[in-house]
């Protein structure tokens, strides 16, 4: 079983759905990141959360220290929200290294 | 934007060669990061370093050799590429000594070995 899981793992959705992308992870953690990967391109951090909620335009993103879960959530979704979301954790002593969920591939149509 | 940056993007070569893929970032971050991701899959840390001269592997063994002689430079090095090694290979920085620190990625370098 994968330290970081996350689901779903493929999520097609019609333009101007609200989205969700959960992500349960197993270990210790100080922080955890949210990337969002293009097709054929590199990768840019979204979130780094370590408590709480952050927001940032449409997108939202939740953390549950207790629980060990985090969301990311799309309002409005848009063709360009299309790409890969991947859950990433720092853990306690892991010194910056981060690991990685599976990725959520995300297909929003017109 | 972050300035990290990574080249070749693509590269196709042949079994045996010796190939260096470089990755440069001008934020003066301590910690820089190899990546190996193969299509669909997860990435995997292959490689680390706090700052100059100090290097460690990561999670995922790999054949791959770094160094690290300047803050801004961590060079990948494959002695001799084989079909094994065709992935994509991404590099990243962060700042500081905490490890609640932002990774910022390059675009990463697709290698196919042929």
């Known amino acids: 079983k994968n330290e970081v899981e996350q689901s779903p793992q493929n999520l097609t959705a019609q333009e101007g759905e609200f989205i969700t992308i959960n992500c349960s992870y197993s270990?210790?953690?100080?922080?955890l990141h949210w990337l969002q990967q293009h097709p054929g391109g590199g990768i840019v951090s979204l979130f780094m959360l370590s408590s709480g909620k952050k927001k940032h335009g449409r997108l939202i993103a939740t953390i549950n220290i207790q629980e060990k879960h985090s969301s990311l959530h799309i309002t409005a979704s848009h063709p360009r929200d299309s790409a890969v979301y991947i859950c990433a954790v720092i853990g306690g002593t892991s010194y910056g290294k981060l690991t990685f969920g599976q990725g959520t591939i995300l297909t929003v149509h017109p | 934007e972050a300035d990290i940056y990574q080249t070749p993007r693509y590269l196709v070569i042949g079994t045996g060669k010796k190939i260096t893929l470089e990755c440069s970032q001008t934020m003066g971050h301590d910690k820089m990061y190899w990546y190996q991701q193969d299509p669909g899959m997860e990435l995997h840390l292959i490689h680390y370093?706090?700052?100059?001269?100090?290097?460690e592997k990561g999670d995922l063994s790999s054949e791959s050799t770094v160094s690290r002689i300047r803050t801004e430079h961590f060079p990948l090095t494959l002695e001799s590429a084989r079909p094994s090694h065709t992935s994509q290979y991404l590099c990243a920085s962060s700042r500081g000594l905490t490890t609640r620190e932002t990774q910022y990625f390059g675009p990463g370098t697709r290698l196919l070995v042929l």
């Open positions: 370093s706090y700052g100059v001269n100090s290097t």
């Open positions: 270990v210790g953690i100080s922080a």
